[in-house]
């Protein structure tokens, strides 16, 4: 099933299924609107407690306002609903301890991730928030990936490390933000040492 | 706020040079590819970030820590877990690998020693890396399929199974310095259960890189090994689990010699008594090459394991034959043996794993 066909449907752009399973209703922080169907859901931890929690019928997710998820944007909640759709139904993996973790990246979810590195960070960040554990394995390992192969210089490129000199510098900029009086008692400090002084005080 | 700028700074260079123009759309494309290119891996949440260091190889775990002081800490607060790693020592040639299971092998970091005479390179090619509290000087060299430099000949030869486009050779003649270096600095960003030790005798009667500690696995090959050389390697390395001598050894064995108190042992070419090795043997799992026996020692053996008086700890003996085919029928005979349905497993389970 290819990223456009999956059945997520943006309620605002789409007809409403007509299937007689449970959808909920979510709302991100751009307040866009979807529709995800219950087995779809429970590729979410997080997600599946919350509404079983809520214990929401058929009418209350109708009727009450749709679920607020306020961390996540819509583009990558789509992305995310759209992967959870692909995989509904699928068994949750469990950590088997084996490094480097074998982790097999499927063609819909390649096609799904061809996306540029500033999503894909929002969307392991939403896979993480939202505990989807194989949507976190796979991204995961998109990103490891990226690594193969490369030089210290190339991957400070590619994972935009900062280099020694930069932490150095950010982390004195950090000192001063936080601190702004004790750049002045450095100061202080220094010229009365200049002058000779033995005791600060 | 940058758009704008460039902005302004094209329409104003307009005027000035087409050509500058052209340079700024390009400067500009090249900053938004890099941008676009690059992944924020440090923001991600803990979690996350933990996730990607499980997915990743060990040698690009091994790189990701040389980049900055940061990375190196954090990996070090996080050690990663490698099962299995494997030191290769071959003349002026310290390679780390590790491995998942007896057939693969993923190298982890390959550092080469050459002479200062030797030198052939620009100044700025050469690389300081801080390895385990040593700085170490290190020539960054690609090699590829159609690569001619010595990295594609060293890897031709050793026939790895995986490997990187880049390699470090150390510049430095004293191997004992980048050894012990290249060992700390694994150590500090990996947790390691097995130590496998792969040297040539020759080699390692020079005295080279013999300072590799807690090795559970050792491998000689290339040339016969005298037998006290061997207790002294035995000596060097108490928490031996397995031993492989590929080559001939030389000189007579005593009954209490170390050899026989490790867990597995298997020596390719032993040319002598094979009843004096399995019967003087404590550990579990024994493979003898071209040793010396006959019907009657083998008779003597299987009766002796199946009644348990003999050999309490071994799971498996597997030895070939010097000399005449023996005749296994007479051995039937004698044991009254039955046919019974066997999975035999695979050929290299009978080694030294």
Same mark, same amino acid.
């Given at each position: 099933?290819?990223?456009?066909?999956?059945?997520?449907?943006?309620?605002?752009? +789409? +007809?409403?299924?007509?299937?007689?399973?449970?959808?909920?209703?979510?709302?991100?922080?751009?307040?866009?609107?979807?529709?995800?169907?219950?087995?779809?859901?429970?590729?979410?931890?997080?997600?599946?407690?919350?509404?079983? +929690?809520?214990?929401?019928?058929?009418?209350?997710?109708?009727?009450?306002?749709?679920i607020a998820i306020e961390n996540i944007d819509g583009k990558t909640l789509k992305l995310v609903f759209q992967w959870c759709e692909h995989h509904k139904g699928e068994a949750i993996p469990v950590d088997d301890g084996s490094v480097p973790k074998i982790v097999e990246i499927p063609e819909f979810d390649a096609k799904l991730m061809d996306i540029d590195n500033g999503l894909l960070f929002k969307l392991i960040w939403a896979a993480d928030y939202l505990n989807i554990v194989q949507l976190l394995n796979v991204s995961c390992k998109k990103v490891a990936n990226m690594a193969q192969g490369k030089t210290p210089a190339q991957l400070r490129r590619v994972y935009l490390l900062p280099s020694d000199e930069e932490?150095?510098? +950010?982390?004195?900029?950090?000192?001063?933000?936080?601190?702004?009086?004790?750049?002045?008692?450095?100061?202080?400090?220094?010229?009365?040492?200049?002058?000779?002084?033995?005791?600060?005080? | 706020? %940058?758009?704008?700028?460039?902005?302004?700074?094209?329409?104003?260079?307009?005027?000035?040079?087409?050509?500058?123009?052209? $340079?700024?759309?390009?400067?500009?494309?090249?900053?938004?590819?890099?941008?676009?290119?690059?992944?924020?891996?440090?923001?991600?949440?803990?979690?996350?970030?933990? &996730?990607?260091?499980?997915?990743? %190889?060990?040698?690009?775990?091994?790189?990701?820590?040389?980049?900055?002081?940061?990375?190196?800490?954090?990996?070090?607060?996080?050690?990663?877990?490698?099962?299995?790693?494997?030191?290769?020592?071959?003349?002026?040639?310290?390679?780390?690998?590790?491995?998942?299971?007896?057939?693969?092998? %993923?190298?982890?970091?390959?550092?080469?020693?050459?002479?200062?005479?030797?030198?052939?390179?620009? !100044?700025?090619?050469?690389?300081?890396?801080?390895?385990?509290?040593?700085?170490?000087?290190?020539?960054?060299?690609?090699?590829?399929?159609?690569?001619?430099?010595?990295?594609?000949?060293?890897?031709? =030869?050793?026939? $790895?199974?995986?490997?990187? %486009?880049?390699?470090?050779?150390?510049?430095?003649?004293?191997?004992?310095?980048?050894?012990?270096?290249?060992?700390?600095?694994?150590? !500090?960003?990996?947790?390691?259960?097995?130590? &496998?030790?792969?040297?040539?005798?020759?080699?390692?009667?020079?005295?080279?890189?013999?300072?590799?500690?807690?090795?559970?696995?050792?491998?000689?090959?290339?040339? /016969?090994?005298?037998?006290?050389?061997?207790?002294?390697?035995? &000596?060097?390395?108490?928490?031996?689990?397995?031993?492989?001598?590929?080559?001939?050894?030389?000189?007579?064995?005593?009954?209490?010699?170390?050899?026989?108190?490790?867990?597995?042992?298997?020596?390719?070419?032993?040319?002598?008594?094979?009843?004096?090795?399995?019967?003087?043997?404590?550990?579990?799992?024994?493979?003898?090459? =071209?040793?010396?026996?006959? !019907?009657?020692?083998?008779?003597?053996?299987?009766?002796?394991?199946?009644?348990?008086?003999?050999?309490?700890?071994?799971?498996?003996?597997?030895?070939?034959?010097?000399?005449? =085919?023996?005749?296994?029928?007479?051995?039937?005979?004698?044991? =009254?043996?039955?046919? /019974? !349905?066997?999975?035999?497993?695979?050929?290299?389970?009978?080694?030294?794993?």
């Amino acid at each position: 099933m290819s990223v456009e066909n999956a059945p997520v449907v943006d309620v605002d752009e +789409a +007809a409403i299924p007509v299937e007689k399973k449970m959808y909920y209703r979510f709302e991100s922080n751009d307040k866009k609107e979807f529709r995800v169907s219950e087995l779809a859901i429970q590729q979410s931890e997080t997600l599946n407690r919350l509404v079983e +929690a809520m214990g929401y019928t058929s009418e209350d997710v109708e009727n009450k306002p749709a679920i607020a998820i306020e961390n996540i944007d819509g583009k990558t909640l789509k992305l995310v609903f759209q992967w959870c759709e692909h995989h509904k139904g699928e068994a949750i993996p469990v950590d088997d301890g084996s490094v480097p973790k074998i982790v097999e990246i499927p063609e819909f979810d390649a096609k799904l991730m061809d996306i540029d590195n500033g999503l894909l960070f929002k969307l392991i960040w939403a896979a993480d928030y939202l505990n989807i554990v194989q949507l976190l394995n796979v991204s995961c390992k998109k990103v490891a990936n990226m690594a193969q192969g490369k030089t210290p210089a190339q991957l400070r490129r590619v994972y935009l490390l900062p280099s020694d000199e930069e932490d150095e510098a +950010a982390k004195r900029a950090a000192q001063e933000a936080q601190d702004p009086r004790a750049r002045e008692v450095e100061e202080e400090f220094e010229e009365r040492k200049r002058q000779g002084g033995n005791s600060f005080f | 706020m %940058d758009d704008q700028l460039f902005l302004l700074l094209s329409v104003t260079l307009s005027f000035l040079a087409p050509s500058a123009v052209a $340079f700024l759309e390009y400067f500009q494309s090249h900053l938004n590819s890099t941008k676009k290119s690059s992944f924020k891996l440090l923001k991600l949440p803990w979690l996350a970030f933990q &996730e990607v260091l499980k997915s990743m %190889d060990h040698s690009d775990i091994f790189m990701l820590s040389l980049c900055s002081k940061n990375t190196l800490n954090i990996l070090k607060f996080r050690k990663t877990k490698v099962n299995w790693l494997c030191y290769r020592d071959y003349q002026n040639e310290l390679s780390v690998y590790s491995r998942q299971s007896f057939d693969t092998k %993923d190298l982890v970091f390959f550092a080469r020693t050459i002479p200062n005479c030797h030198r052939s390179v620009g !100044e700025n090619r050469l690389k300081v890396v801080r390895l385990g509290g040593t700085n170490v000087q290190c020539l960054w060299e690609k090699f590829g399929i159609n690569s001619t430099s010595v990295f594609k000949k060293v890897f031709e =030869r050793v026939n $790895f199974h995986s490997f990187k %486009d880049y390699g470090i050779e150390c510049i430095d003649t004293n191997r004992a310095v980048v050894q012990q270096a290249v060992e700390n600095y694994i150590h !500090e960003i990996f947790t390691v259960k097995c130590i &496998e030790l792969e040297v040539t005798a020759k080699d390692y009667l020079k005295k080279h890189y013999r300072n590799i500690s807690g090795v559970t696995d050792l491998t000689l090959s290339d040339v /016969k090994i005298e037998t006290k050389d061997l207790e002294e390697m035995l &000596e060097m390395h108490p928490n031996l689990k397995s031993i492989r001598i590929d080559r001939y050894l030389s000189g007579p064995l005593s009954v209490d010699s170390r050899i026989f108190n490790i867990d597995n042992v298997l020596l390719y070419q032993y040319f002598r008594s094979a009843p004096f090795f399995w019967q003087n043997f404590k550990g579990r799992y024994l493979a003898i090459g =071209r040793g010396v026996y006959n !019907e009657w020692d083998v008779f003597e053996f299987v009766r002796s394991w199946i009644s348990g008086t003999k050999y309490p700890h071994l799971k498996l003996l597997v030895v070939t034959k010097e000399g005449r =085919r023996l005749n296994f029928q007479w051995i039937l005979n004698q044991l =009254r043996a039955s046919t /019974k !349905e066997w999975n035999r497993p695979p050929i290299h389970e009978y080694w030294s794993r």
